[in-house]
């Protein structure tokens, strides 16, 4: 799969340190996918990371010089001097070293100065994100760890290694995580001081599950796609991002992710956030309509009638209209935004609708267009203001849909 460009990732320089653990080769997919998002990655290879993975994978996959050795100047250019740890450090926006062997963690963790990659994390002052990889007995080794926890004392972001099945057949944990969430702690890292920073969301996400039985449920096509990137772009922002959601997709990196099924239970865990929230964005399809009566025994057939159960139907809560009963006494969410898919009158249903529920945005598509609303990775929207404003947008992803919400959502923030 290729990456989508990530506007905070835009020509920002990254330095990716990569380390002899067996996990290196994972490291070219790490270097491929940011440079597809649109970063600068300039890689360091220790001498261990070069019995495992060759300069050539990553000056391939980068566009870019690798680096490997702190004896020789750079004459490519690349970089602000032709000193290369110097040039590395100066004007980095992140150091990542991925994966990291225990050799390497002592080394960054008392300071040793004995290679590029060592003399690069000492000369910058960027960000460091570092992301253990070993065997899961090395790991968990006092040594190892009393390494790691000196790292987290100074600021480090450690990216806890997964537990599973090594290359010598043990389990343990150990293993680097995937290549989707590194890129998420390199979101995380470089998000803090964003356009929300200091700033807490809740976002909602999916379509709400509305149980018939305990197997049976009521739903909606909603994927939850333009919530996620909501949550995604408020994290880029640097917000503390809550998602409520009722879909199954990954969870972003750096969110508190509380999933749940029915609308009912959607308001509760809203209603629950709220006091301390500064905006809250609505972009779950919450099922207006419930089984009256949810059967607690799996409803059965019956093998001698054709007849089917007749299931009744009763009103869900207006999470929205709930929000908008406590709000005016808690002081919060400063701002609260809500969608509409409509398929006709779309602006004038739009605006009823965001006065009735007393938003200060309301985010309208037209699900009949065929490369907008629900499933697609696209959306046609037009945003309305509560001060009357109208701002249409073109067709685009719902990442950029996403990022043009957060920008008005940060504007309306004090
Ligand atoms: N919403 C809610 N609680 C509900 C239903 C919807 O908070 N029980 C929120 C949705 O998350 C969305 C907005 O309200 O932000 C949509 O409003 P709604 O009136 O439900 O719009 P539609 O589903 O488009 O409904 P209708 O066609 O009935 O106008």
């Not at 972009?283 to 009638?305: E, N, W, Y």
């Not at 009963?325 to 004038?348: D, Q, W």
Request: glycine share 8%; with cysteine.
């Amino acid at each position: 799969m290729t990456q989508e460009a990530v506007t905070l990732l835009q020509n920002k320089r990254i330095v990716l340190a990569v380390t002899g653990s067996i996990a290196a080769y994972k490291a070219a997919d790490l270097a491929s996918k940011l440079t597809q998002a649109g970063a600068l990655v300039d890689v360091i290879l220790t001498q261990a990371a070069e019995h495992f993975v060759t300069a050539l994978t990553f000056q391939s996959v980068t566009g870019r010089p690798v680096y490997t050795n702190l004896w020789q100047n750079d004459s490519s250019g690349a970089l602000p001097t032709h000193i290369a740890h110097v040039g590395l450090a100066e004007s980095a926006d992140l150091l990542m070293v991925a994966p990291a062997t225990a050799n390497t963690l002592a080394k960054l963790a008392h300071g040793l100065a004995d290679d590029l990659l060592s003399v690069t994390a000492l000369a910058a002052r960027c960000p460091l994100i570092v992301a253990p990889a070993m065997d899961g007995s090395m790991y968990q080794h006092a040594a190892t760890q009393a390494n790691v926890s000196t790292l987290r004392q100074r600021g480090v972001t450690i990216i806890e290694p997964e537990t599973g099945r090594f290359a010598s057949g043990l389990v343990g944990q150990g293993r680097l995580p995937d290549t989707a969430a590194l890129i998420g702690h390199i979101r995380v890292a470089l998000g803090h001081g964003g356009i929300l920073a200091g700033k807490k969301v809740i976002v909602t996400a999916g379509g709400t599950r509305e149980a018939i039985d305990p197997v049976r449920f009521i739903t909606n096509r909603s994927s939850g796609k333009q919530g996620y990137a909501l949550a995604q772009a408020a994290l880029d922002a640097g917000a503390a991002v809550t998602l409520v959601t009722a879909s199954d997709l990954p969870a972003p990196v750096g969110a508190q992710v509380i999933s749940v099924s029915s609308a009912e239970h959607m308001q509760q865990v809203v209603l629950d956030h709220l006091a301390t929230a500064d905006a809250l964005m609505m972009a779950a399809a919450v099922a207006d309509f419930r089984p009256q009566t949810r059967a607690a025994q799996k409803i059965k057939k019956q093998d001698d009638s054709d007849d089917a159960p007749v299931i009744v139907l009763s009103r869900t809560p207006d999470i929205l209209m709930s929000v908008k009963e406590k709000r005016a006494a808690l002081g919060h969410p400063k701002v609260v935004v809500g969608f509409a898919a409509e398929s006709e009158h779309l602006l004038s249903h739009a605006r009823a609708k965001l006065e009735r529920k007393g938003l200060d945005l309301l985010i309208a598509n037209d699900i009949t267009a065929p490369d907008a609303g629900f499933e697609v990775d696209t959306n046609r929207v037009v945003i309305l203001g509560a001060d009357g404003s109208q701002t249409p947008l073109a067709l685009a992803t719902k990442t950029r849909i996403a990022e043009a919400i957060i920008e008005r959502v940060a504007g309306l923030l004090p």
